[in-house]
């Protein structure tokens, strides 16, 4: 079915070279992709190991050549995402957070801390400067100071995180990693970054941006009618919870 379908198999095989998953891109197909036909991910699974599908595999053995090892093989007794407990999957309760990066441009300086409730959606974004592990576990602890109720954080496998032992036992809290060059794993986040790069584009030198714009993009990001959370904002969601706990004390 896929060979036969060049348009189907184009979106199959891009799809795959760009990191998704063959769950990811049944996925995909079955309920955003209405112009071309769904398949399992066990057919695509069936493709990736025919003859038909050697080639999109010698393009991911390249890829998976390329990336830089250190990010994957420097970070030591990692929790991975597939151990993590089904009440943080399901998002049944607020503190379970995902944490990203959004980086400076090459010829920029600075990165941005980018952290997500994934039942809140609430953002806190943390500008770094002077990049350092130590740097970021302070961009940590003052998020925590300001969202107490962080339980656990799901990250990616970034070099600065390579004393996350050390990072769990400043916050209180348990970490866990997506799979390797799996950072679809942590959607919440993700999407949260895709809205901040209306304001701070690809390739932006984050020295130039002031604490005060970021705090404002914060704000504005926390002010958003969602429709996961049945169009109420995520800071009118935080304000709600906390009273609610307020009152059952």
Sequence with gaps: ?????????????????????AKAIAGRLKYQEKDLPNVSKDTIYRYIK???GKLIGIKLQKKRESCPTKKVTELKDRVFINDR???????SRVGD?????????????????????????VVFLELILNVSIDEVHRAFKRIKSKFPEMRTLTLDNDILFQMHK?????????IYFCNPYSSWEKGSVENTNKQIRKYIPKSSDLSKYDQELIMAIEETLNQRFMECLKYATPKERLNNYRKNKKTAR
Excluded: H, W
């Design 50 to 52: 025919s003859p038909y």
């Design 1 to 21: 079915m896929i060979v036969a379908d060049n348009q189907l198999r184009k979106f199959i095989d891009d799809a795959l070279v760009n990191g998704q998953s």
């Design 97 to 121: 957070m995902e944490g990203d990066f959004i980086v400076s441009g090459k010829s920029g300086k600075g990165i941005l801390l980018v952290v997500a409730d994934r039942r809140l959606r």
């Design 85 to 91: 407990p089904k009440n943080i999957n399901n998002r």
């Design 166 to 174: 050390t990072l769990e036992q400043l916050l209180g809290i348990k």
